[in-house]
């Protein structure tokens, strides 16, 4: 049994800053490390940075300017295009680096990435090339969390890209809070030979485990067990991979068990997803361990970061999609509140337990959360701010 932190859930903290601290340590220790990015490294919270590096810039300076030099290994430029050109040639010469942008804008380079992973696949049969450091993407800003951006921000197509590559040199990370964030940050940085997708919030998030817990998860298929809302013999299964997901997913169950004491449940964290599997390229979930975690005949509900299908068809490798019931973003965007994203895309907690309730044939849960949802609605619609928190 995995140890908790103490009162999860509770405390909040930031994803992206926390990696922004460690880019900003990686800098400081690795003389040839290199964080490229588009002109958003403020923006995706990735500032610290500058308290330890210059960004590249030969042009007359501002005195506004951030610290700049030309020998800068920040290096910002508003074409992701370039900026993984040059990557590339950087991760070639055997010194790592990372880039970090917006998630809607990452499928830029989606052309580039397919040819990357069809260079390293043949570059495996090729005796005299040696190994290069990953290809790493920080993914930010993402379709859940747009603030004052709208639909044309929100798109998380290139995780199902990606995904559906069949070289199996592809690693989707979800870190579901800060602690889980530097263990993704590590396993990044330990890569080889492979492209690694990293994506989280850029807001404060609550805290859920250690890092004990998140190590686990990396050692051991990337999913795990959540004691502290879990039950034994449970009669459903939640599961979430996304940081925003999960804790709609954790507070829907904590709905649930205040309106239907007596059921029984489990949470099933999802950290990574790699080509027809749960866990990375190197550690996939066997489907011995999947039906321990997720039980062989239980009714599972999951609530994915990006489109549902490409989680349902990862799922499906595992069991019955009878079985199954996924939620996530279904392509439904708009300039609005964070809660009102979730209920426009059916990811909301009350979304997920009016699943559950119906199962039960309580349905006067149903038309409860059905008003609880209509009524926030129409408050964001009037106010701009949610009821729901």
């Known amino acids: 049994m995995i140890k908790q932190v103490e009162n999860p859930g509770t405390e909040l903290y930031s994803s ?56 800068g290994r920040i290096i910002e430029m508003l074409s992701e295009n370039v900026l ?32 990357q992973i ?58 579901v809070d800060d602690v889980a964030a530097e263990e993704a940050f590590d396993f990044m940085l330990r890569s080889k030979d492979v492209v690694n997708l990293t994506t989280f919030n850029k807001n404060t998030q609550p805290r859920y485990i250690d890092s004990k817990h998140a190590k686990f998860q990396f050692d051991n298929g990337g999913a795990s067990i959540y004691q502290f809302v879990s039950d034994d013999d449970p009669e459903f299964i939640f599961t979430a991979a996304g940081d925003i997901v999960t804790h709609e997913t954790l507070e829907a169950i904590k709905i649930l068990k205040e309106d239907i004491p007596n059921i029984r449940i489990r949470f099933v964290g999802i950290n990574a997803l790699s080509y027809r599997a749960i866990g990375t390229t190197r550690n996939k979930l066997t489907k011995e361990k999947f039906a321990d975690l997720f039980t062989k005949d239980k009714p599972i509900l999951a609530n994915f970061h990006g489109y549902p299908e490409t989680f349902e068809n990862i799922l499906e490798n595992y069991t019955e999609r009878r079985r199954l019931r996924v939620h996530g973003f279904n392509e439904e965007g708009s300039t609005t509140t964070p809660f009102e994203m979730l209920r426009k895309n059916v990811a909301s907690r009350y979304d997920l337990v009016i699943d559950i309730a119906t199962v ?30």
């Not at 010469?93 to 917006?102: I, P, T």
């Not at 696949?121 to 290809?135: E, L």
């Not at 800003?141 to 004052?148: E, P």
């Open 118 to 175: 069809k260079f390293i696949k043949q570059s495996k049969s090729v005796a005299w090339r040696k190994s290069m450091p990953a290809v790493n993407l920080l993914s930010t800003s993402t379709c859940w969390r747009q603030d004052h951006n709208g639909f044309t921000h929100q798109s998380p197509a290139l995780i199902s890209t990606l995904l559906s590559v069949p070289s199996n040199l592809v690693n989707c990370l979800f870190p």
């Open 16 to 71: 992206a800053q926390k990696i922004g601290n460690l880019l900003a340590d990686q800098l400081k220790n690795d003389p040839h490390f290199y964080f490229f990015s588009p002109d958003e490294t403020t923006s995706n919270k990735f500032d610290a940075v500058f308290n330890v590096e210059k960004r590249a810039w030969n042009l007359p300076q501002k005195p506004w300017d951030l610290p700049e030099s030309e020998e």
């Open 84 to 115: 993984f050109s040059v990557m590339t040639g950087h991760l070639l010469n055997n010194e790592k680096a990372m880039l970090g942008s917006y998630e809607a804008f990452l499928p830029i380079i989606t052309s580039q990435l397919l040819q």
């Open 360 to 389: 039960k044939k309580r349905e006067d849960l149903v038309l409860k959360y059905q008003a609880i949802l209509e009524e926030n609605h129409l408050h964001a619609v009037q106010f701009g701010e949610d009821l729901i928190k």
